[in-house]
């Protein structure tokens, strides 16, 4: 589902976004959210396929929660030399934590595959461009607008304010440019004085996103304590239908010490390798 003509272009990252200055107090966010959209974590799942996700305002949010730039660096510390997926679902927030978070995504020396979930607004748009693929769910959106900022004090200090959130547009619309091969002047048009959304295919079609997700999150439901096997015979009938192999179960009940103390003894008895309980968790959900 990509589009063919980007292809060279999404070869490759955007560049790193620098010379705009720094300072907290730049954000830019949407408004169109839930109050309660706060207080979610980032995690790093030591895993053969680690994933990040990013489930709130991007930045201190100044009531203890926010996704830092500082818990990206750890999360990515964690998972090493390995690739990542970054699950997005975030209204933004401050523009400088999430041009951090970008850089640190860019840098990553294996593949970064970003999903957007939900939203990826302001901020989190930018992040999303570190991907070196972006996935969206078909009911996901990806939201881009000018920046925003709160100021007062003298004319020249105005001037000053006006001048960064300028250079700060800037730096947004070259990096959308860069990452969907688009002329900037398109980006620049196209939020001027508006918040623009891309929903699902608007988002592929515009080059701010490469495939669509092909199937939604779903939540795995769990066999309930009742259906849980009781005893070893159940136990037994109950992996067999789910496909484990006779070794294997005999492995496992060896490992959590249910095997038949009847049984002879092999000369390797107390030696075995752990079982693979994989089957077993597989099991437990439908």
Known sequence: MRRKGLLQVRAQRP?????????????????ALAPDFQHFEVRALASSTPTISIFDYIGDDGDGGGVSASRIAGALRQIGNKPVTVEI???GGSYF??????????????????QVLGIAASAASVIAMAGDEIAIAHNAEIMIHEARG???????????GW????RIDDAMTSTYAARTGR???????????????????????????????????EMPVYA?????????????????????????????YRAIGTHNAAEPATPSAGNEPQADLSVLFQALTV
Do not use: C
């Open 15 to 31: 560049p790193e976004i620098t010379g705009i200055g720094s300072g907290s107090e730049w954000k830019f966010e949407t408004t």
């Open 89 to 91: 679902n975030s209204p």
């Open 97 to 114: 934590e999430g041009v951090a978070i970008y850089n640190l995504l860019r840098r990553h020396t294996q593949p970064v595959n970003v």
């Open 150 to 160: 709160l100021f007062f004090g003298t004319k020249s200090e105005m001037k000053d």
């Open 163 to 166: 001048e960064t959130l300028g």
């Open 183 to 217: 002329d900037k002047a398109e980006f620049d048009a196209m939020i001027a004085g508006k918040d623009v959304f891309f929903r699902g295919q608007e988002a592929i079609d515009a080059g701010l996103a490469d495939v669509m997700m092909e199937r939604e999150a």
């Open 224 to 252: 309930s304590a009742n259906d849980f096997p009781s005893d070893k015979a159940s136990l037994d009938r109950f992996l067999a239908k789910n496909d484990m192999p006779r070794s294997a179960r005999r492995d496992l």
